[in-house]
């Protein structure tokens, strides 16, 4: 059971932080909602739960609960640029189904 | 795939959910647009890497509108259709405009506002400023990938209402929701997070393209005021290129230019200057085109000292205008905790420096003083559109001026007290004044004074269908609640029928700056005669009262009562109260009603025997003990 960040996803993610001057690392998380029934959630941590597992990728602390964890398992976070925008985006080995935006998916 | 930010813990939107709200610096010069990512605020840039777009719009010949660096190119080439500085025409009739004769454009005297002949027809400055906006809206969707929930734009400290309300147009025409119009100062002090810093007074120094602004802002339970503005409308980092300019034009002794040598020297002049910011002197060469002096050549070394020399004036004056500024706000240079620097031309290092100087402090400047303003917008669109928890909501408006209503006698109760932080809600009771009132009045006031007549009137409104009850019996709750954008709705509630109705007002509407300081001064003046202006009608309607009530007992039990003797002494009584209603003096009307009780005080006692006698007729004394 693993999650990973690329590279430019962990520098960026040390910045944010960096700026917003609190917070241990990074949630990421599904929930179940929109139009393909989960949708993915990245948040900062300022505490975690006791049933929280929690990774370490070049030097960025990842948290996840394990509910979410059974859809994200072996996910690689990235950071990338399309066009004028610019955002994190969700590499899961898990998904079979995508609503068009992406947004939300199904396992 | 979307691509995602990070949000705050518990704030994760929904698919499709994402607020996007950005911050927008309208300004006279240049524009920008910025926004909330990951917890971090950004300017958007465009597809070439700008971040700045000027905010020039040229009306081309086949109909299309360019904006930005383009229309610039092209200002000198077709000037009747290129218009820059629009913001300075937002809300101005011609008369308001000082240098009108100085500007290319084909002026229309439109109702209100300006308006400029161009070959795309007659064009309104918020039609122009909407136009700058469309260009950073869709450069936001682009950059966000989705349609923006709202912006907050940015508007000078000294803007009034009608150039307030013009800067909102603009928006509408653009297709933006504003979530709110922000202070540039203080979008400045919120990048800069002062608004989570120590309490205190902090000057902005914002000495942008074309325009020097000073404000003074205080800081107090994360709250800013605006305590004085003062500027120059025209002296901003052009003039310290004209100054280049002329000194260039001396030194080569050179002929008179053509139109295309006067714009090339004006650039060389342009980057002379940025160049001196990081360096001791710059080459200034140019070779003339002219006919008069075609092949001629310019080549003039400048120094970063005889620079400052040229310009130290321009500093001076700002350094004056921020003097005034301090003084109306009735404060000394140790006094203030801060300074922010705003606007590109404040990296001149001479201009930091007299600044640093002048205050005894370093000020702040590690911010990029061209996007500051936006920054902080983008900050305050983020905590509006619910991106952050509720705790972070900054409260950054405060009403100008009390609000209140009229009670008896044509005075103010005072219902929400001037400088109250917006959004804001306060409730008063009232009562009825007459037996058997059915009706009351509602007249909502603005100011200071005491006397309605003083004060300014915004609505009138009546709630209908109180039950008949006696005079003083009725509770009439009047609620007034004021938005977080200012918009005032009173309401008025009979608590035993709950009869309602209320009425929705925009307070501060067509007051200008000037306006509100004009009636906050005179009410500071009048305090003493609007308290003798007070007890004079306070001691009437008490007066008037009296004389109602008595007439009513008269009518009633006049007849048996009384003897002529007695009720010819209460009539006389009333008379004379009547006569001292009509004077100024409050102690002898009170004098008066005193008299007037006195003299009536047997009667009474009579009617209170009277009414115990009837309570008690037919009544045995166990069921008066239960």
Redesign the interface.
């Known amino acids: 059971m693993a999650i990973t960040l690329t590279q430019a996803a962990a520098d960026r993610v040390e910045k944010f932080l960096a700026n917003r001057g609190k917070g241990i690392g990074l949630r990421l998380g599904v929930k179940t909602t929109g139009c393909s029934g989960m949708a993915y959630t990245l948040e900062f941590v300022d505490e975690t739960l006791p049933e929280d597992q929690s990774f370490e990728c070049h030097g960025v602390k990842v948290i996840v609960d394990p509910r979410s964890l059974a859809y994200l398992d072996g996910t690689e976070l990235d950071f990338t640029k399309e066009g004028l925008n610019e955002g994190f985006k969700f590499n899961n080995p898990n998904v079979k189904d995508e609503c068009g935006c992406g947004e939300s998916f199904t396992v | 795939?979307?691509?995602?930010?990070?949000?705050?813990?518990?704030?994760?939107a929904?698919?499709?959910q994402h607020k996007l709200a950005v911050g927008i610096d309208l300004g006279t010069t240049n524009s920008l647009v910025a926004t909330v990512?990951?917890?971090?605020s950004n300017v958007?840039?465009?597809?070439y890497g700008h971040a700045l777009l000027p905010s020039v719009v040229r009306y081309l010949p086949d109909g299309k509108v360019e904006v930005g660096h383009k229309a610039q190119a092209q200002q000198s080439l077709d000037p009747q259709n290129t218009i820059v500085s629009a913001k300075r025409l937002m809300g101005r009739g011609i008369s308001d405009i000082m240098d009108i004769a100085h500007l290319p454009y084909r002026f229309v005297d439109a109702p209100g506002m300006a308006q400029i002949t161009t070959r795309a027809g007659v064009k309104s400055p918020v039609e122009i400023s909407a136009e700058i906006l469309k260009v950073l809206k869709i450069?936001a969707e682009?950059?966000?990938?989705g349609e923006l929930t709202g912006a907050v734009i940015t508007v000078p400290a000294y803007f009034d209402d009608a150039q307030r309300q013009a800067t909102k147009d603009a928006a509408r025409l653009a297709g933006l929701t504003v979530l709110r119009l922000l202070n540039e100062p203080t979008a400045a002090a919120v990048a800069y997070g002062l608004d989570n810093a120590a309490e205190g007074v902090y000057v902005i120094y914002d000495l942008g393209g074309g325009t020097f602004d000073v404000s003074i802002l205080r800081l107090s339970k994360g709250v800013f005021e605006v305590l004085a503005t003062n500027g120059d409308s025209a002296l901003g980092g052009d003039d310290f290129d004209r100054r280049i300019f002329c000194w260039v034009l001396e030194q080569a002794k050179a002929p008179p230019l053509n139109a295309e040598d006067t714009r090339f020297l004006l650039t060389r002049a342009r980057e002379a200057k940025e160049w001196l910011t990081d360096h001791m002197e710059a080459q200034i060469t140019y070779v003339l085109t002219s006919d008069e002096a075609r092949g001629e050549v310019i080549n003039l070394t400048l120094s970063s000292g005889q620079f400052n020399a040229l310009t130290q004036p321009l500093v001076s004056k700002t350094l004056s205008a921020v003097r005034r500024a301090l003084r109306d706000a009735n404060l000394t240079v140790e006094e203030i905790k801060g300074v922010v620097m705003v606007g590109g031309a404040t990296r001149m290092p001479h201009v930091h420096l007299a600044v640093a100087e002048f205050f005894g402090q370093d000020p702040l400047t590690n911010l990029d003083p061209d996007k500051v303003v936006a920054l902080g917008a983008a900050i305050q669109a983020n905590i509006l559109a619910g991106n952050r928890g509720q705790d972070d909501l900054l409260l950054l408006d405060v009403i100008p001026l009390s609000l209140g209503l009229e009670t008896m006698g044509g005075l103010v109760e005072k219902i929400i007290p001037r400088n109250s932080t917006l959004p804001v809600a306060r409730a008063q009771d009232f009562t009825t004044f007459k037996d058997g009132q059915t009706a009351m009045s509602i007249h909502v006031l603005q100011g200071e004074r005491d006397l309605v007549s003083a004060c300014r009137s915004l609505a009138r409104f009546e709630l209908r269908g109180i039950p008949p009850m006696a005079a003083g019996a009725a509770r009439i709750r009047v609620t007034f609640q004021i938005d977080a954008d200012g918009l005032l709705s009173v309401s008025a509630r009979e608590q035993a029928s709950g009869v309602e109705s209320h009425i929705v007002v925009k307070p501060s509407y067509g007051l200008s700056e000037d306006a509100i300081i004009n009636m906050l001064q005179t009410s500071y003046a009048s305090a003493e005669e609007d308290k003798k202006a007070r007890m004079l009608r306070e001691a009437a309607v008490d007066a008037e009262r009296l004389i109602e009530a008595i007439a009513n007992a008269l009518s009633k039990d006049g007849e048996t009562l009384l003897d002529v003797q007695e009720r010819l002494a209460i009539e006389q009584e009333m008379k004379q109260l009547k006569t001292t209603i009509q004077g100024n003096d409050a102690r002898a009307i009170q004098t008066a009603t005193e008299a007037l009780n006195k003299a009536t005080e047997a009667f009474a006692a009579r009617r209170m025997d009277v009414t115990i006698h009837q309570a008690l007729t037919g009544k045995n004394l166990k069921t008066l003990e239960i």
Do not use: N
């Open positions: 795939m979307a691509l995602l930010q990070i949000a705050e813990p518990g704030m994760s929904a698919p499709h990512r990951s917890g971090m958007l840039l465009d597809e450069r682009r950059a966000l990938g």
